[in-house]
């Protein structure tokens, strides 16, 4: 998206009817851009941004009466050679994202393209407290071949399970940690911002290659999964600095998907809170 796009009528209209979490997101554009972009394109850039989510939630419910032909044509899969190579070295595979495009439909289409991913991708986050409702909101996603892994006392053990089977697990980097518990502070657009420090410390453990991997929308309804080049891991004699060095490449990474397409990262985030 260029930064100086003009948001649709149906962009205004979301922004202005649904004010859910406004200032926040305001705030955080203006975090990112505010040296860039006036209030007046910053305001832009949100109803955009509000157009995407009513859209991707749109498109989360009439995805319940795609079939499986209909969710796959409508996504369409860059650098898959990436992940295959990389299982070649048998140390299974750590995938770097966040909440970009449409997070839940793109995996779907993208795994249902690959019968060999089937079973084999792994998502480490939160479950929803009501078991009955995670498997109803997410049915597609778990009849898809994705799995979860939920964050818990032995989600580590879980992770190291997946990566002995050679298989991806997928770690979403762009909320906020805390710094006293799983997380530390590292410049995220020029800002120190909480960040989990367990995709670096994993890595480290295993030598499972780090592959960055993005979804964007495309217009006509269309979606993009995109994995990138495995990041080199950086050396430092110092432990800690070591994985603070790690972890500031894997913002960086997640600054440069935000960047390619500002209307689709999921702006809600207190990013940036102070505890």
Known sequence: MDLQSEPSFFDKLVYTLIPIRRQTVCHNMGIVFGNRLSAIQIKKLAQCFYGHMARLILENVTSSWMDDDAIRRRVRVVGHEFVIKAAEQKKGVL?????????????????LQFEMFRGRFHVLRKLLANKGFERLLFRRFYNAGLNVIPKQKNALDQVLDALGKNDVVAFIMDQYARPDRDGILVDFFGKE?????????????????????????????????????????????????????????????????ILRHPDQWLWFHRRWKQK
């Not at 909440?99 to 795994?111: D, I, L, Q, R």
């Not at 410390?201 to 080049?229: D, K, N």
């Open 95 to 111: 995938l770097l994202t966040g909440h970009f495009g449409n997070w839940e439909f793109a995996p779907v289409g993208t795994v």
């Open 193 to 257: 911002a909480g960040t989990y420090k367990s995709l670096a410390l994993i890595a480290r453990q295993t030598h499972a290659p780090v592959i960055p991997a993005v979804c964007y929308r495309e217009s006509f309804g269309r979606h993009v999964m995109e994995f990138l080049e495995p990041l080199r891991w950086i050396e430092d004699e110092d432990p800690d600095e070591e994985i603070r060095k790690n972890t500031r490449q894997y913002n960086q990474m997640l600054e440069t998907m």
